[in-house]
C-alpha cells in the first residue's frame, strides 16, 4: 500500500475509492510493474529495509538518489496509467459453508413499547475518542440512553458536565463544529476525558454522594434481527422479559422461487446448515427447509430460480416505468431488460427484502429491494477477465 501510494504520488494521480473499483486495477498494475522492472530488488541491493521503510510510521524515507532508479521508460510507463479506464469487474464470491454463525458480543434485550429491542453498550465514556454520547446530549438524540430512563438523576450529572464544557467552547473550531444538516460535531477530545482527569471517575447519584463509578452507558439500539438465543445459560426469572443473544452473522445464501408469478425466497443462514462427517460434506435438513417453504407460503407448484450468495450478480427485472435500484443510474426500467446488481444478503426475510449493491463502484447507500415487486429475477456471473453471462440451469442443492 506504501509502495504503489508513493508512486501515485509521483504522477500525481490520486486515488478515488467512491468513483469505482479501477483503483484495484491501477494499483496491481503498479505491483506488477516494479516486480517485473526489479525496482525494490535493485534499492534493497543497496540499502537496508530500516532506510527505505519507517515500521513505526509507515512511512517511505527518500534516499539521496533514488531518481536514477526510475528511467524515463518507467516513469512513461506508470503516467499512462492515468488513461487506464476499468470496464469490467470481477467479484470474489464466497460459497463457504462453514464460517462463523454469530458474532462473539452478548447482548440484552428489552420490551420497548411493545418491541423486543437491542440493548449495545459504550464501554468507556472517557475514552479520548468517544463522541457518541457527547454528540447525543446536544443534538437532543440522548433518548436512547436507558440511563435517562431509569436513573435520570445520574445522566444529568454527565449531561452538565457535557453542556458546560460545550458553552465554554462551542465557538472554538477546535472543539467544536456544524455539519452541513446543521448538527453539532465534536471535533476535540471527550469532554469526560478531561472532566475524570480533574475530578476523577463520575459517580452514580446518591443522597450522601458515596455512589458507584460510572464507565460504561447503555443504549436503546435497534429491533432485534437475526440472532442465537443463549438466555438459558443465564440465571433469568420467568417474569423477566429481557433475552441474552448473540447477533447472527449475514445469511449464507438466499433461495428464490416463483410461485404464480409472485417471487418469494427462503433465507438459509450459517447455523441451518450442518455438518456429516460419515460423507465429509455440509447439508440443508429437508424437512427444515420445508418447513421453511410453507412458512414463507411457497407451494409445492413453485419454480425454484437461483440460490444467491454475497457478492453473486442478481438480474432484476420491474415493472415498466419503475426507477432503477442504482441510485447511479437515472435510467427507468422498461419491463423487459434486467439491471444487473451485485446481491448483498436477506436484509429482511419476512418482508422479502434483500440487500444489493453497485456492480462497479462503492456506494455506502444500503439498497434494499423488496423481491414481490420484480417481474423477472436472473442469474449473472463474470469469468476472471469480468465478461459477463448469465447463469442457467440452476438447480437447489442441500448438499454440498
Not at 122 to 137: A, G, Q, R, S, V
Not at 178 to 204: D, M, R, V
Not at 271 to 296: A, C, G, H, L, M
Not at 319 to 324: D, I, P, T
Request: glycine share 4%; with cysteine; charged share 30%.
Amino acid at each position: 500500500g506504501q509502495a504503489t501510494s508513493a508512486f501515485r504520488k509521483r504522477i500525481k494521480l490520486d486515488k478515488d475509492r467512491d468513483l469505482d473499483y479501477s483503483h484495484h486495477a491501477i494499483d496491481a498494475l503498479i505491483v506488477a510493474s516494479i516486480k517485473k522492472l526489479g525496482l525494490l530488488n535493485t534499492l534493497l541491493s543497496k540499502y537496508d529495509l530500516d532506510d527505505l521503510y519507517n515500521s513505526d510510521t509507515g512511512e517511505i524515507i527518500k534516499v539521496e538518489d533514488d531518481e536514477k532508479y526510475l528511467d524515463s521508460k518507467y516513469i512513461e510507463y506508470i503516467s499512462n496509467l492515468k488513461n487506464v479506464k476499468v470496464i469490467k469487474f470481477s467479484h470474489k464470491i464466497d460459497t463457504k459453508p462453514n464460517r462463523k454463525i454469530a458474532d462473539e458480543t452478548i447482548y440484552s434485550t428489552r420490551i420497548i413499547e411493545g418491541n423486543e429491542r437491542l440493548i449495545k453498550k459504550y464501554p468507556n465514556i472517557y475514552d479520548p475518542k468517544f463522541n457518541h454520547l457527547t454528540e447525543d446530549i446536544l443534538n437532543g438524540k440522548e433518548d436512547k440512553y436507558l440511563m435517562k430512563r431509569h436513573d435520570y438523576q445520574t445522566f444529568e450529572k454527565i449531561k452538565v458536565i457535557i453542556l458546560n464544557h460545550y458553552e465554554m467552547f462551542k465557538n472554538d473550531s477546535k472543539y467544536y463544529s456544524k455539519k452541513k444538516n446543521g448538527e453539532i460535531e465534536l471535533k476535540g477530545e471527550n469532554p469526560l476525558t478531561e472532566y475524570k482527569e480533574e475530578h476523577g471517575f463520575i459517580t452514580k447519584y446518591s443522597k450522601k454522594g458515596n455512589g458507584p463509578n460510572i464507565t460504561s452507558i447503555k443504549y436503546d439500539s435497534e429491533n432485534l434481527g437475526n440472532h442465537i438465543s443463549i438466555t438459558d445459560n443465564y440465571q433469568i426469572t420467568e417474569n423477566n422479559q429481557k433475552k441474552v443473544v448473540l447477533l447472527q452473522l449475514s445469511s449464507y445464501r438466499s433461495d428464490i422461487w416463483l410461485d404464480k408469478d409472485k417471487y418469494k425466497m427462503v433465507t438459509v443462514r450459517y447455523s441451518d446448515i450442518k455438518y456429516n462427517k460419515s460423507k465429509n460434506n455440509y447439508y440443508i435438513d429437508q424437512n427444515w427447509y420445508k418447513e421453511q417453504k410453507e412458512i414463507k407460503k411457497i407451494s409445492d407448484e413453485a419454480v425454484f430460480i437461483a440460490s444467491f450468495h454475497h457478492d453473486e450478480l442478481i438480474g432484476i427485472v420491474k415493472k415498466k416505468g419503475s426507477a432503477c435500484i442504482d441510485p447511479g443510474n437515472e435510467n427507468e426500467h422498461d419491463g423487459v431488460n434486467v439491471e444487473i446488481l451485485k446481491f448483498t444478503a436477506t436484509n429482511n426475510d419476512k418482508e422479502n427484502k434483500i440487500e444489493v449493491k453497485p456492480i462497479d463502484y462503492y456506494c455506502s447507500k444500503q439498497l434494499m429491494p423488496s423481491i414481490g415487486t420484480f417481474v423477472k429475477v436472473e442469474k449473472y456471473a463474470t469469468d476472471v477477465l469480468g465478461n459477463l453471462y448469465k447463469v442457467t440451469n440452476n438447480h437447489l442443492k442441500l448438499e454440498f
